[in-house]
């Protein structure tokens, strides 16, 4: 599945070049704003894998305030994209753990070797993990590894890529203890990962060569990740 990006510029002009740039280097815009409050409400929504930021914006926020927000709120990568290098600025900016900083005007090949950077980082920083007891033995699983969930009363079978595990533990207490953005349950029996890849159709969810059924109050939040 393509990396989702959010892009947080208020200079239309510029905001386009970077949805072309990004979609034309294989990613997935997945929207974009020219004010802080409202990508906040957005980027909260969306949950995309990277924000790339500007710092100076119209309205009553800027980038910075969305910055810490990220950092602290959802734990989402992003990218500082400005025009201004005062080194005032800095200590502030640096308070906000950025991935990445870009001052404009934008080199195409620095910002693509950003944003790649940065993706990489996070992935290979926050790989987290949860311990499972399947019968006698505990195990360290680590959570990106999983594709879905089936409950079955108080058991639960966790598929990964070759593999499945079966553990005591209802959907809904395994799914609080994962504390993942990326799970969503999509009936009353699966949950699946939306950052693997799959496909919606009718009634079906198809995912690691299987068919899930989905139940019609989870489809529109199905259909959001999806874009």
Known sequence: MKKRIYIVEDISIIRLMLEECMIENGFDVCGSCPEAEKAWVEISKFKPDLVL???QLVGNKNGIWLGKKLNEELHIPFVYITANQDERMS??????????FIVKPINTIQLILTVKIALNLNTTTQKKQV???????????????IYFMQSDGNYLNIYLETTHFLI???????????NQDSFVRIHQRYA????KEFKLEGDNIYIKNSILKISDKYKSEIKLRMK
Do not use: C, M, W, Y
């Open 53 to 55: 930021l500007d710092i």
């Open 192 to 195: 699946i990962n939306t950052h």
């Open 91 to 100: 200590t502030e900016i640096l308070e906000t753990s950025p991935v990445g």
């Open 168 to 178: 005591r533990s209802t959907l809904d207490a395994f799914l609080i203890k994962l």
């Open 131 to 145: 311990i499972i007891q399947d019968g006698l033995k505990a195990i360290n699983l680590t959570i990106e590894d």
